[in-house]
């Protein structure tokens, strides 16, 4: 029997890697975006992180006639009101560089007390038509006084984890990958996929 077909909606090709290393002995063949010809992309305008990835996952699978998987993250900031929140990625406005949208944070921040923030992530797995299977991952920390550390990208520079006495951006993608929003939406996609080609095989009626 063909293997299930299961594409991730990004052209990131990290992502692309990340995803088929944590899915890596399932029965499923990953597709990327660039197995396909362009579509047209969807808008994230979406009021939460949910529906972002909701959005994506939902739109591709529709546009290619497989399942799709898309994810969508960002930084919650407690004394900000949880900004950048969905705007995480032009905080400091469209197109803005990682470096842009942390000065604009630290500068935010500025005297506030509470730096309490967490990343946020959320994983969608949509079929072309219908309901959509939902995954999340948080990382609880703060935003450090000033950037350090070379490493990651976004904010990882200004997200300090206290358990580990480092930012993201000082830690290998070893130990980011343990503790990591990401990691842990994914690592609980892993605890169930099971389920969820079960799922994928009723829905889809095959
Ligand atoms: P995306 O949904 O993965 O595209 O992430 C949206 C934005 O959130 C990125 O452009 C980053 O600014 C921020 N972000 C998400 N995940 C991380 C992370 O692991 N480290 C630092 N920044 C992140």
């Given at each position: 029997m063909p293997k299930r077909v299961l594409v991730v909606a990004t052209r990131n090709r990290g992502k692309i890697e990340e995803i088929r290393s944590f899915l890596s002995g399932f029965d499923v063949e990953i597709r990327s975006m660039d197995d396909f010809g362009p579509i047209p992309q969807p808008v994230e305008d979406g009021g939460s992180f949910e529906e972002n990835a909701y959005k994506k996952a939902s739109h591709t699978a529709k546009m290619l006639g497989f399942p799709a998987l898309a994810d969508d993250s960002g930084l919650v900031v407690e004394s900000l009101g949880g900004?950048?929140?969905?705007?995480?990625?032009?905080?400091?406005?469209?197109?803005?560089t990682d470096e842009a949208n942390n000065r604009k944070l630290l500068s935010a921040m500025?005297?506030?007390?509470?730096?309490k923030a967490a990343f946020k992530c959320v994983i969608s797995i949509a079929v072309p038509l219908g309901p959509a299977l939902t995954y999340e991952g948080s990382c609880e920390g703060e935003i450090a006084p000033g950037p350090r550390g070379e490493n990651g990208f976004g904010y990882d520079p200004v997200f300090y984890y206290p358990p580990l006495e480092k930012t993201f951006a000082e830690m290998t993608a070893e130990e980011k990958n343990a503790v990591s929003h990401r990691g842990r939406a994914m690592k609980e996609l892993r605890s169930e996929f099971d389920k969820v080609l079960v799922w994928l095989k009723q829905r889809l009626g095959d």
């Open positions: 900004e950048p929140g969905v705007y995480s990625a032009r905080y400091a406005g469209a197109g803005a500025e005297g506030m007390a509470n730096r």
